[in-house]
């Protein structure tokens, strides 16, 4: 028992921890009733992430690239990112789609979370025709902290194949980045990679610098690679227009000179004609900023 | 540290940053180009036409306005912000025609939205203006004029500069295309002015916006066929110095 500053007498917890706990009789307040539980086991459900298979619209029972034998795979999290891809990678081969994951949280537009139908989960999964055992993540939802390690698991699974390589792509603001020159200097959009011990070939761009962290899904996936030991490397746009802009999708064209990319980018000159039209197609008329 | 120190306009940051200030300026990196160029006898505005909706009047998006018969600015940041500062402006320019019976020279009127940009930093409850502006113009005397203002209320004279997304590598093109041989001629100013935007527009003349002043003489707002007449002409020559230098490397 402790006092207050105010008088009063409330109860202190003590960190020394005995053999014998006992049981402490908590408040009736404190105490989880049935319908706590009940609500909390609603939102535990429904921030489940699932992978659904394109082909029979049923959620995989075991993880994607334990269902499908993978060698390559290229994640795109975030527009800027998926933008590039479909420009000049997805309109240089065939791909099909494969699954998709479905997932809600409170970044979702999407109100009916208990019938999510696949176009509006963001996470659509393809495959190469010509190569079945290349792989491309197109990822334009925010996946919570919470769901991350799900993803992983429904997506790689709990003992992933080290034989594949991973590629990530991915931007943040300009006013993430930590350096102790003044932000209105920074070349911004500009590119920063970050790789697993495993990945041996070089990075198209300089590595990013110390103290600068990777955030969200793309630490979540390349801590995973780092962890067992898969190859990966994560290229980083930092921008200063977070939403889908020209110049920001333009600063990965050095990746397509990489070993990732390499022999699925066959016309670039096409592929800038088609990010051109993509970006205005999707371009906010918003009307704030001149 | 910052989040400490941004939410008051009025409060200062321990490394004296004014946060909010810095933050306007990163609104006008949000807004398409604008360059202006200092010639000998004339000004030259151009922008970056941002892409209008279907169903939207091309006419009410202007980002080249004109402040008086012989002043005219450009700005680049929250639309609604220049609005403001624009109506001010006209109406300091008329106020100060007939108080004064002059016309306001292009360092006063700048001076005028510079001094309104700074209240806004200090006054509590109020945001920074989000813009920046170039103004130009000629002055009594005859001397071509070109002003920058930023969301802090600072202003500098400019013989050519940039604002707005990408005015990095626009100021860069100019620092090293802006000579006294490309500025000898009007038309060499005006073509300075497009090359410098073409840097960084994307599909070309069809979205750049031309507005040139010349010594007495009104403002001018330039059509879509000058334009791409224009952008042809500097095609053109920049195919004929391409043909030249492949053939003095042969």
């Avoid at chain 1, 992978?51 to 993880?63: D, F, H, M, N």
């Avoid at chain 1, 103290?211 to 921008?239: E, F, G, K, M």
């Avoid at chain 2, 300026?25 to 807004?31: F, L, P």
């Avoid at chain 2, 093109?173 to 300075?192: Q, R, V």
Wanted: glycine share 4%; proline share 4%.
């Amino acid at each position: 028992m402790a006092a207050t500053f105010f008088g009063e007498v409330v109860k202190v917890r003590s960190r020394a921890v005995t053999e014998e706990e006992e049981e402490e009789e908590e408040e009736p307040w404190a105490r989880d009733n049935l319908e706590d539980k009940e609500v909390r086991q609603e939102l535990e459900k429904k921030r489940e992430v699932e992978v659904l298979q394109t082909q029979t619209k049923v959620s995989l029972e075991i993880p994607l690239l334990e269902q499908y034998p993978c060698s390559k795979f290229i994640i795109a999290i975030g527009h800027n990112a998926v933008a590039f891809l479909s420009s000049f990678v997805m309109n240089s081969g065939t791909w099909e789609e494969i699954g998709c994951t479905k997932l809600w949280n409170e970044w979702c537009r999407t109100r009916d979370t208990a019938n999510l139908s696949p176009t509006d989960a963001f996470c659509v999964f393809y495959r190469l025709k010509s190569d079945p055992t290349i792989f491309l993540c197109q990822c334009s939802c925010y996946v919570a902290e919470d769901q991350q390690y799900q993803w992983l698991e429904k997506v790689f699974g709990s003992s992933p194949n080290r034989n594949l390589q991973i590629t990530i792509l991915t931007s943040r603001h300009v006013t993430d980045y930590k350096t102790p020159e003044s932000s209105c200097n920074l070349p911004s959009p500009f590119l920063k990679a970050l790789k697993t011990q495993t990945f041996q070939d070089a990075a198209c761009c300089t590595l990013l610098e110390q103290p600068n962290i990777v955030h969200d899904l793309p630490a979540a996936v390349l801590s995973y690679c780092q962890v067992w030991r898969i190859p990966a490397i994560l290229y980083l746009c930092y921008t200063d227009v977070m939403k889908l802009d020209l110049v920001t999708v333009e600063a990965f064209k050095p990746i397509l000179g990489s070993e990732s990319l390499k022999g699925l980018v066959k016309n670039v000159s096409h592929g800038t004609e088609i990010l051109k039209k993509l970006v205005t197609r999707n371009e906010i008329q918003s009307n704030i900023y001149t | 540290m910052a989040a400490r120190y941004d939410r008051a306009i009025t409060v200062f940051s321990p490394d004296g940053h004014l946060f909010q200030v810095e933050y306007a300026q990163e609104a006008v990196k949000k807004g398409s180009t604008a360059v202006g160029i200092r010639g000998t006898d004339i000004v030259v505005l151009g922008v970056e036409k941002k892409s209008v909706a279907k169903l939207q009047d091309e006419r009410t998006v202007r980002k080249i306005c004109a402040l008086d018969d012989h002043v005219c600015m450009a700005f680049a940041g929250l639309t609604a912000d220049a609005r403001i500062v624009i109506n001010r402006a006209r109406v300091e320019c008329q106020s100060h025609k007939l108080t004064v019976e002059d016309p306001v020279t292009v360092e006063y009127i700048t001076r005028f939205i510079a001094t309104l940009k700074q209240k806004y930093t200090q006054s509590n409850g109020r945001r920074p203006f989000g813009i920046s502006a170039l103004i130009v113009g000629f002055d009594d005397d005859g001397i071509p004029r070109l002003y920058q203002t930023d969301p802090s209320g600072t202003y500098h004279a400019w013989k050519a500069n940039a604002i707005g997304r990408s005015a990095k590598t626009v100021r860069e093109f100019l620092e090293k295309n802006y000579t006294e041989g490309t500025i000898a001629t009007d038309s060499e100013a005006i073509k300075l002015a497009i090359r410098a935007l073409l840097e960084v527009v994307q599909s070309g003349g069809k979205n750049i916006e031309l507005a040139i002043i010349r010594r007495n003489q009104p403002l001018k707002m330039f059509s879509a066929k000058e334009i791409e007449s224009q952008v042809v002409d500097i095609e053109r020559e920049k195919e004929e110095a391409e043909k030249k230098k492949s053939k003095k490397t042969i």
